[in-house]
């Protein structure tokens, strides 16, 4: 961040604290206020602890929805948009609030892909229990994840897709207010959410956006009323930019499919792609298949999107998508065809069932941090990562099991892993009654 220069600093420091003041009185606030505080700060002419002082106001008195729309203009002032017209219209985006397990970029781009609609993905690291696409993406050999603005628009022409690392230019203001909002406990704030999210999605500029909004206890914000306000609120804030949006919440009470952690969730990806059903992973993807679809054409009926999302996965269609991207950005296409030379780790302990029963919890907190544990996730945003760890879940909710099943593999390098496996293992409460199985897809929000 640029230094702090002295003479502009003093009116910019008087003009934060004017602003800190009227929103704990309770005043909205214009946006030429909230526009000069975020780009004073992406200046640098007001500190961290002003920035967060406000921040933190912010996130305890609320912004009603023209002051979101203020936070999320200032966000982008400044940075760079793509131009999506140079690679043919309609292109469409995903975002996803993120949780344990959550590969389904990996699957739906390549599908939506083959189906004929081009799709831009920017992606980010993981941090804490959730993991990230880019992290994920990162076990595969040569693949790069730093394009440049014309190899983004080279590689969508070539291929239909392309995934990548979030560019800092798009939406500056938000990479700047990100990190201090991550070691202020104000990330978890429904318009400071919406404001990020949004900003970044209207810098990408695609003409659909389809918004996986996850609940349950791995999620960023865990109950279905808060989950529901945070789509209302980006549903309602994309449409004053003029992008075309639906919400779709889906559960994230356990983890997304079976393999969490990042080569084990490129196979798992790989193998819904050969068209495998993976439980708690197929139907969610395929639901957001159909929106992503249906937001670029929205003529196209359900029931015409999924004969489509069927075809392209039974005749190999979206795999060969997948492999033929990866290769255009620096992959080499033999790991692909053949995934068990994705990084594999050296051993394997077994986490077993103490007693017979149904599966009535796993819990995606404790998979996700057993996986931190074994390296495969960070706890802070440098820690380096095993892209060969994790851990494969073979039991979900409502499952009926023996004592003596396996219910988690972990995958680790040599070591002590008795963290991770006493994580592992109070992941799962067994009981004695039957469990229905979790709901995946709970509400779409348009
Ligand atoms: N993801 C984002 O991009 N921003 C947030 O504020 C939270 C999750």
Not at 191 to 203: F, G
């Amino acid at each position: 961040m640029p230094t702090q220069t002295a003479a502009t600093g003093a009116n910019a420091s008087l003009r934060v604290q004017a602003s800190i003041t009227a929103k704990r009185e309770g005043r909205l606030l214009t946006e030429p206020e909230i526009a000069g505080v975020v780009g004073d700060f992406v200046a640098g002419r007001i500190p961290d602890y002003q920035m967060a002082a406000w921040l933190a106001t912010v996130a305890c008195r609320g912004l009603n929805l023209d002051e979101t729309a203020a936070l999320t203009r200032a966000y982008i002032d400044g940075g760079d948009r793509l131009d999506l017209t140079r690679v043919g219209r309609p292109v469409v985006d995903k975002h996803s609030t993120g949780g344990v397990g959550d590969k389904a970029t990996l699957v739906v781009t390549p599908i939506v892909a083959a189906c004929g609609v081009r799709m831009v993905k920017m992606s980010g690291r993981g941090l804490g229990h959730a993991g990230g696409t880019i992290d994920k993406l990162e076990s595969i050999p040569g693949l790069r994840l730093d394009l440049n603005t014309d190899e983004v628009y080279s590689v969508v022409d070539q291929t239909g897709m392309v995934i990548t690392g979030q560019s800092s230019s798009l939406a500056p203001g938000d990479g700047a207010t990100y990190a201090l909002r991550d070691v202020t406990a104000t990330v978890e704030d429904i318009p400071l959410i919406a404001a990020s999210i949004i900003s970044k999605k209207v810098a990408v500029g695609a003409d659909g956006l389809v918004l996986d909004v996850k609940t349950g206890e791995g999620a960023l914000i865990r109950g279905q009323d808060g989950a529901r306000a945070l789509a209302q609120t980006m549903v309602a804030l994309a449409r004053r930019f003029g992008l075309r949006s639906q919400a779709i919440l889906t559960d994230m009470s356990e983890p997304m499919g079976r393999a969490v952690g990042n080569a084990l969730e490129v196979k798992e990806a790989l193998n819904v792609l050969r068209g495998e059903e993976v439980p708690g992973l197929s139907a969610p993807c395929r639901v957001l298949a159909r929106a992503l679809l249906q937001s670029a054409d929205p003529n196209l009926s359900g029931i015409e999107a999924d004969q489509r999302i069927n075809r392209v996965l039974k005749n190999g269609e979206a795999h060969d998508r997948f492999i033929h991207w990866a290769t255009v950005q620096g992959a080499e296409p033999h790991v692909l065809e053949e995934p068990d030379r994705l990084p594999t780790a050296p051993c394997v302990t077994p986490v077993f069932a103490s007693r017979d029963g149904w599966v009535h919890r796993v819990s995606p907190r404790a998979i996700g941090s057993a996986a931190v544990r074994v390296g495969a996730g960070r706890l802070s945003a440098r820690a380096p990562l095993d892209h060969a760890a994790g851990l494969v879940v073979h039991h979900r909710v409502g499952d009926r099991v023996d004592a003596g099943d396996v219910l988690v593999e972990i995958h680790h390098s040599w070591g002590n892993i008795n963290a991770a496996v006493q994580e592992a293992t109070q992941a799962f409460v067994i009981g004695d009654e039957p469990c229905p199985p979790t709901t995946q897809v709970h509400e779409v929000i348009t």
